[in-house]
């Protein structure tokens, strides 16, 4: 049985995916780290993350530096993941938790399938 913390990180992931223009057909918990990661499957089987970045960890600035940086590695020739703009055409949108007064920025970017480095060198 899941604890409250992660009922509550569902409930906050299905209430902000809402802020993007995806058909989301299941959410299922990546990864708990420095953020909490969703991976999203859409009604047409795509894949995205779902990251809800924890607070105080990265501004909103350094967070859209990200998405520029991996951008231009993109343009270069690296493999990164896109980025999905919301339904307003913002890189993130601001959330709370269920009984939380602390905002987190949530933001999806394409899934990647790969290895966790961790595993590689565990």
Known sequence: MADDLTTHLFTTAY???????????????ASRSEN???????ETGEHYALRLHRPGYNTLEELHSELMWTD???????NTPHHVSTRTGQGYAAVM???SDTLHHAGIIEWLDGELLHRLIG
Request: hydrophobic fraction near 50%; avoid cysteine.
């Open 97 to 99: 938790l269920k009984g």
């Open 15 to 29: 209430r902000v995916v809402d802020e993007w223009d995806l058909d989301v057909a299941s959410i299922e918990l």
């Open 36 to 42: 909490v990661v969703f991976k999203l499957t859409t």
């Open 72 to 78: 231009a590695l993109r343009s270069d020739g690296i």
